[in-house]
Nanobody, 115 residues
Framework: QVQLEESGGGLVQPGGSLRLSCAAS????????MDWYRQAPGKQRELVAG???????QYSDSVKGRFTISRDNAKNTAYLQMNSLKPEDTAVYYC?????????WGQGTQVTVSS
């Protein structure tokens, strides 16, 4: 069994920054892709950023240039550095990881951007 635990969410003013973490624990052989998704009220869950085991990254157009995804393979942890935050970034952010061929999701962490 594998668990993903997100942390780092909170309330921040427009233009501010937050750093999210996603730590995988449990019976882990290898972790392939690790992705961050978000879901705002009344909207579908969308991919924000992803990173492969080889550290190839991808970003949605809405966050490109503002967000940076990274990972520490030794710690089985992915990070999402979010800068220049906007009110439209407000959402629950979820981590997804492919571990030994299985997909796992975290429980989500709330990010609210408001003055």
């Amino acid at each position: 069994q594998v668990q993903l635990e997100e942390s780092g969410g909170g309330l921040v003013q427009p233009g501010g920054s937050l750093r999210l973490s996603c730590a995988a624990s449990g019976s882990i052989g290898s972790i392939n892709a690790m992705d961050w998704y978000r879901q705002a009220p009344g909207k579908q869950r969308e991919l924000v950023a992803g990173i492969t085991s080889g550290s190839t990254t991808q970003y949605s157009d809405s966050v490109k240039g503002r967000f940076t995804i990274s990972r520490d393979n030794a710690k089985n942890t992915a990070y999402l550095q979010m800068n220049s935050l906007k009110p439209e970034d407000t959402a629950v952010y979820y981590c997804k990881a492919v571990v030994d061929g299985w997909i796992y999701w975290g429980q989500g962490t709330q990010v609210t951007v408001s003055s």
